[in-house]
């Protein structure tokens, strides 16, 4: 790093002095106006071409700018009308008058957006889109790409428990919801459905566009439930010469909060002041901060460079992006390089367009175990660890001391233990559009994928005080995908009639592979889980391996008609085959219907001048999930342990049907309504949208109970079950302030919705009420510590337990009874519901300013309101049950004080709103101007998750709302980070 700072030290300087010399100049003035009305425009900017330099008109539309002698081209913009050019010849001290009258176009309206083997205009649209491009992307660090859209659109919630480095984001569009299929939407890469988002780089990122309703995402049939992401990566565009982009960072993380654990002199003075505690205490002589011990400030860097260009015909960018995220706990890390080509080439009189493009990913990570409470969960360890225990003995090596069950130094944990992964993606597509005659067009888009991962697990023999056998794990696991699409388009204008449609064949076909081996007791530690023959403990099951494949085949079409730009239909048929389902239903119908109104083209809109957009949009359509894997449907046998045999006297291998066949199990279906308003007002100076929505998913996947006989199986895959989401969004964008000096552009986003049960079982299917949301932990025994419930009538994510009646004189838990009294048995207490992990709503706020020209700052604000979080970290930690050996939180004390003296019990004493407003990233840059061989410099800071303000008492209070449970703050989640940022990005 040190080499890196001296190197380019010198670098920056000379830019930083370079941009401040002066040349020979002249003055430009003028005014800029309407050409329809001669009105002057405010606000409006003028830039001097290929740069950022520029100025905004005053009041009174004039404006004043020095520009460099010479020939000098100018560019007036508004919003709301198209840009000018003008083009002046400069002399030194001379000063030009130079006016610009721009023409009425609402610019905005007029922007493509992606929606599904096409584009469309943003005017045109009749189903629910959002489009949000590279410019208005979180900045920073991104260690998933969807973190960039984090809180900038409405219905579309991006979360993620912890700061983990190799743990990626969680995206649910309107509240996605399911029994036991997943419920991300679908990424489509450069028009290649089912792509891995994180093997794009985010500086490779040209656009997102989401489908969030059932009538957009139609098209995409089978797997369009959850909605659709659609990813644009950047292109080469016509440039005389080369293109060089350059962008870097490095960044220091730390721990965003940290839990109150008791110090090892609070510890020792408390408890040596309670004879009780004291005379059971074993002082370790130390005082330890544990989590210092642990957490570290980490520093990620990243290195992106792209070369870019193209002639008329030709156009090609490649680029090659370096990350590495080094983690705030010791042992983490992830490094991932990503290199992508894209090529573009036009022919036969440009009627052939042919693209192509080709990326490699490879990744390399360097994980920790924390996610439950054993001998090798990392956090666990090191939160219950007593502070008055050292890190080590006075010769070197690590303090160990078997104060409870399963009490480990955490340090030595992470030294000793190695959890690795190495990863390589690569993927493919080359494509080809021919326009037969004018209006028709051929399309085929071949695409392929490939993802490998190789995981490495050794524990030594050394680990816990020498009591361990070892274990070491090595695996492999292969994906391939195969992509074959081929399209017709038709597009015409005929007078005031415009129809636009398209047509397809779509072929996918997936493959995994992959095995596992495992053992125990190596001789040796030094070959670790590299040479797995040296472990002499091997038994059957410990090696396994696979093979699967599934195919989708689906046929599909859309036409969308246009009359007089006043009223546009789009309708939407597709038609899937999947070898995942049963021979009775492996084809299904997915079609879709959406109209608009453009209500402002109207005779009675025209003359009203504040409202220059209303459109009325109503879609209806259905969509469905099969996300199940494979081979459900059908009966096939299971490995099921082994069982002695007495004929032999060894060891057999037993097997078990996996479960019953079902030829009648299809998809889940997804039927939504959306109805939307979308509104502009002063030429678009505030615009946005309003939709509600409702969506029924119908047949639930899910593995049911059946008896046996005459099932083969006690256990069969079957749809049952209906799950119902009403929502309403708003987005809204202003531009609520323009002068010389200040552009603020600011956009806000509002969702709710709530997730209910209708229905979980039938005739054929019963299903009891499901139990979720478990806990685990010390003093958790018995099958009482679930804390949820689904069941029909009740949302999803309702708090269902027994509800807090104070304590006993003995400090014994009290809960309250069905018949109105209070009782300390946890099978007696009635269970209530007590509250929901449902937010009410969620906001997002985001602004981007421009002041002086060149610098710009851009901020987010993200809210969450109206939820319930379980602390289980303070029903663990909080509870003073464990002195004196374990560590517990500082309100273990005020609950000691209080007289608390029960384990561990589920009720709603540890149910706790958690609110919150959190500043999740701003950026301020600023923009040097007319440096020698520079298009374009700038340098930044940033900084994600700046700060939050809550009332909830643990150390995160967000959560992620995906599955059947969520809500639950376990003490073994990551801890969430706070960064700090150092960028440039340059253009040459």
């Known amino acids: 790093m040190t080499t890196f700072i001296k190197k380019i030290l010198p670098l920056l300087l000379v830019i930083i002095t370079s941009s401040f010399a002066t040349g020979q100049r002249g003055t430009v003035t003028g005014v800029v106006s309407d050409r329809e009305s001669g009105e002057t425009l405010p606000g409006a900017n003028v830039l001097i071409e290929g740069t950022t330099t520029g100025t905004v008109t005053d009041i009174d539309g004039q404006y004043s700018l020095s520009v460099p002698a010479g020939e000098v081209t100018l560019i007036a913009s508004f919003l709301g009308y198209e840009s000018q050019a003008e083009t002046v010849v400069m002399e030194a001290g001379a000063t030009v008058n130079l006016n610009f009258a721009l023409a009425s176009d609402v610019a905005v309206l007029e922007e493509f957006v992606l929606i599904g083997y096409g584009v469309q205009k943003r005017s045109d649209l009749t189903g629910s889109v959002a489009n949000i491009t590279s410019a208005d992307l979180n900045q920073g660090v991104l260690t998933d790409p969807v973190q960039g859209i984090q809180g900038k659109i409405a219905g579309v919630s991006v979360s993620r428990k912890g700061g983990d480095p190799n743990v990626g984001f969680d995206i649910q569009i309107r509240g996605a919801s399911s029994l036991t299929t997943s419920t991300s939407p679908l990424f489509v890469i450069d028009g290649v459905p089912g792509a891995d988002p994180t093997t794009i780089s985010p500086d490779d990122i040209e656009s997102f566009n989401v489908l969030k309703d059932a009538s957009a995402a139609a098209i995409y049939g089978s797997r369009g439930a959850n909605g659709v992401v659609i990813i644009t990566t950047k292109r080469g565009l016509e440039k005389e010469g080369t293109q060089i982009e350059f962008n870097s960072y490095m960044s220091l993380e730390t721990v965003a909060n940290r839990l109150d654990l008791l110090s090892g002199e609070r510890y020792r003075s408390f408890v040596e002041s309670d004879p009780g505690l004291s005379t059971a205490f074993r002082d370790g002589g130390a005082n330890t901060d544990w989590q210092d011990e642990v957490y570290r400030t980490s520093n990620s860097q990243n290195y992106s460079l792209a070369f870019s260009g193209g002639d008329g015909r030709t156009r090609y960018r490649a680029s090659l992006t370096h990350s590495n995220y080094e983690g705030v706990v010791i042992g983490s890390e992830k490094t ?134 070892g274990y070491g794990n090595r695996s492999y696991h292969n994906f391939e995908s195969k992509v074959l699409e081929a399209t017709l388009r ?133 969509t469905g999930n099969q996300e199940i894997g494979v081979y459900n449907d059908v009966l096939y046998y299971e490995s099921a342990g082994t069982s002695f045999n007495f004929e032999t006297g060894e060891d057999a291998i037993l097997f078990r049907f996996a479960h019953s066949a079902n030829p009648d199990l299809k998809w889940e279906e997804v039927a939504e309504l959306n109805v939307g308003i979308d509104f502009g007002i002063l030429n678009d100076r505030i615009s946005g949208s309003i939709d509600y929505f409702r969506k029924n998913t119908f047949d639930l996947l899910g593995r049911y109970s059946v008896p046996v006989p005459p099932n083969v199986s006690d256990r069969i895959w079957a749809n049952v079950g209906e799950f119902q989401v009403n929502g309403f969004e708003l987005f809204v964008q202003a531009y609520p302030y323009r002068s010389e000096n200040v552009r603020w552009r600011t956009s806000m986003v509002f969702s709710t919705y709530e997730q209910d049960v209708i229905n979980l079982s039938s005739e054929s299917f019963p299903w009891t009420p499901l139990r979720e949301g478990w806990l685990s932990g010390p003093g958790l025994v018995g099958d009482q510590n679930w804390t949820q419930t689904v069941r029909p009538g009740l949302p999803i994510g309702t708090w269902y337990m027994p509800e807090y009646a104070g304590l006993s004189p003995d400090g014994k838990f009290l809960f309250f009874t069905e018949a109105g009294g209070v009782t300390r048995e946890l099978e007696q207490a009635e269970r209530r519901v007590v509250g929901s992990a449902q937010p009410d709503f969620e906001i997002g706020w985001s602004n981007y300013l421009t002041l002086f020209n060149n610098i710009d700052v851009n901020f987010t604000i993200r809210g969450v309101y109206g939820y319930e979080v379980f602390n289980t970290t303070r029903l663990i930690l909080g ?98 980070t706070r960064t700090l940022t150092f960028g440039i990005n340059a253009t040459l």
């Open 879 to 976: 509870n003073p049950i464990f002195l004196p050996d374990r560590n517990v939180l500082s309100s273990a004390l005020d609950e000691y004080d209080r007289g608390l003296r029960d384990n561990p019990v589920v009720s709603s004493y540890y149910l706790e709103d958690a609110s919150f407003i959190r500043l999740d990233n701003i950026s301020i840059g600023y923009n040097f101007e007319n440096v020698p061989g520079f298009s374009r410099l700038r340098v930044y800071l940033a900084s994600n998750n700046v700060f939050t303000i809550t009332n909830y008492s643990g150390i995160d209070p967000e959560i992620s709302t995906t599955g059947l449970s969520f809500g639950l703050d376990q003490y073994n989640v990551y801890p969430k």
């Open 490 to 622: 038709y597009n015409n204008q005929f007078g005031v009639h415009s129809l636009q449609t398209v047509g397809g064949y779509s072929f996918q076909e997936d493959f995994n592979t992959g095995f596992q081996a495992e053992g125990r007791q190596p001789f040796v530690d030094y070959t670790r889980m590299h040479n797995l023959s040296l472990f002499q403990n091997v038994n059957p099951g410990n090696i396994s391996s696979y093979k699967t494949s599934n195919r989708l085949i689906s046929f599909f079409g859309r036409a969308i008609y246009n009359y007089d730009s006043k009223y546009y239909l789009t309708a939407t048929i597709r038609r899937d085959g999947s070898s995942k389902f049963g021979r009775h239903n492996q084809w299904g119908w997915f079609p879709s219907a959406s109209a608009m109104w453009n209500i402002t083209a109207e005779d009675f809109m025209q003359g009203l001048d504040v409202v220059n957009n209303l459109r009325l949009r109503v879609g209806y359509g259905i």
């Open 336 to 469: 991932r390089t990503i290199g992508r080509i894209n090529l573009d080439q036009q022919a036969l009189d440009d009627r052939l367009t042919v693209s192509a493009g080709l990326s490699a990913t490879m990744e390399n990570n360097q994980y920790i175990q924390y996610d439950g409470w054993g001998s090798n969960q990392i956090l666990y360890q090191t939160f219950q660890r007593n502070p008055t225990d050292p890190v080590r003995k006075e010769n070197g090596e690590f303090y160990e001391i078997e104060r409870v069950f399963q009490y480990f130094n955490p340090v030595n944990l992470v030294e000793q233990i190695h959890n690795e992964r190495e990863a390589k993606r690569y993927f493919g597509y080359l494509k080809a559009d021919m326009e037969i005659f004018s209006g028709f067009e051929a399309g085929v888009n071949l695409a392929y994928t490939r993802n490998d991962h190789e995981g490495f697990y050794f524990e030594p023999t050394t680990m816990y005080l020498g009591t361990h056998a």
